[in-house]
C-alpha cells in the first residue's frame, strides 16, 4: 500500500510570499488532516477533511492560509502571505474513516521563512 | 479540555538500557490512547495503542498500558537499542470528533 504522498520535501521563501503545499492520501482515505509541527512542539491541527468536505478549521489562520480537496482525494495548502513564524513541517495525514485507527502521516514539507 | 503531558526530554539511555516514558492524560469520556514515533527527518509512524481500560499496546518491542485508575499510558521497552533514538509522541483521540491531541513529544537519545 503507497503511504500518504507530499511535496516538496523542503522550501525556502521570503516573508510575504506565497508558497502551496500538496498532499496525496491513501488510496480509500476518506479523512484528511493538515497539521502544522513548529521545532520541539507536538503537531497542531490545522484543517480536517471529510471526502471534499471540511469537518474542523477552526484553527486554521483563515486570513493567511487556505486548503482545499476537490473531488475528495488530493489536497491542498497554501500560504499568503507568508510570515516569520510560520515555518516549521507541515505534515498531512489521512485515515479510512473517522474513528480510533490511527492516521497514516506523510513525511512532511519543511518550510522555512526568512 | 482535554490533555496530554509527557516526561521531558531529551531521555539518554546506553544500549540495552530499560526505557520508560511517562505520559498521563486529562479526558471527558474514554479517549483511544497512541504512541506516535518520528525519526530524525521522517514524518509520524503510530508505534502502537490502545482503545480501552487495560488494554495493552505493544509493538517493535514497546509496549504501553492504559490505566484508566491513573490515567496514564506510559511507554516501556525492556531493551532499548541505538535504532530507537527517535521523537516519541503521546495522543488521545477525542471521541467526540476523533481528532488527536498530542503532548509535546519526548527525545529519546541511545548511546552505544
Known amino acids: 500500500e503507497a503511504g500518504v504522498a507530499q511535496s516538496p520535501r523542503y522550501k525556502i521563501i521570503e516573508k510575504r510570499q506565497s508558497v502551496a503545499f500538496w498532499c496525496n492520501p491513501i488510496s480509500g482515505h476518506a479523512t484528511l488532516y493538515w497539521y502544522q509541527q513548529i521545532l520541539g512542539q507536538g503537531p497542531k491541527l490545522l484543517i480536517q477533511?471529510?471526502?471534499?468536505?471540511?469537518?474542523?478549521d477552526s484553527q486554521l489562520p483563515k486570513d493567511r492560509f487556505s486548503a482545499e480537496r476537490l473531488k475528495g482525494v488530493d489536497s491542498t495548502l497554501k500560504i499568503q502571505p507568508a510570515k516569520l513564524e510560520d515555518s516549521a513541517v507541515y505534515l498531512c495525514?489521512?485515515?479510512?474513516?473517522?474513528?480510533?485507527?490511527?492516521?497514516?502521516f506523510g513525511s512532511g514539507t519543511r518550510l522555512t521563512v526568512v | 479540555g482535554n490533555s496530554v503531558t509527557q516526561m521531558e526530554g531529551p531521555v539518554t539511555l546506553s544500549e540495552e538500557a530499560f526505557l520508560t516514558i511517562n505520559c498521563t492524560y486529562t479526558a471527558t469520556g474514554y479517549p483511544s490512547l497512541f504512541w506516535y514515533v518520528q525519526y530524525p527527518g521522517e514524518g509520524l509512524q503510530l508505534l502502537l495503542k490502545a482503545t480501552k481500560a487495560d488494554d495493552k499496546g505493544s509493538n517493535k518491542g514497546f509496549e504501553a498500558t492504559y490505566r484508566k485508575e491513573t490515567t496514564s499510558f506510559h511507554l516501556e521497552k525492556g531493551s532499548v537499542q541505538v535504532s530507537d533514538s527517535a521523537v516519541y509522541f503521546c495522543?488521545?483521540?477525542?471521541?467526540?470528533?476523533?481528532?488527536?491531541?498530542w503532548g509535546a513529544g519526548t527525545k529519546l537519545i541511545i548511546k552505544p
Open positions: 495522543a488521545l483521540s477525542d471521541r467526540s470528533n476523533y481528532q488527536l491531541i
Open positions: 477533511f471529510q471526502n471534499n468536505g471540511v469537518v474542523d
Open positions: 495525514a489521512s485515515s479510512f474513516q473517522q474513528g480510533d485507527y490511527g492516521y497514516t
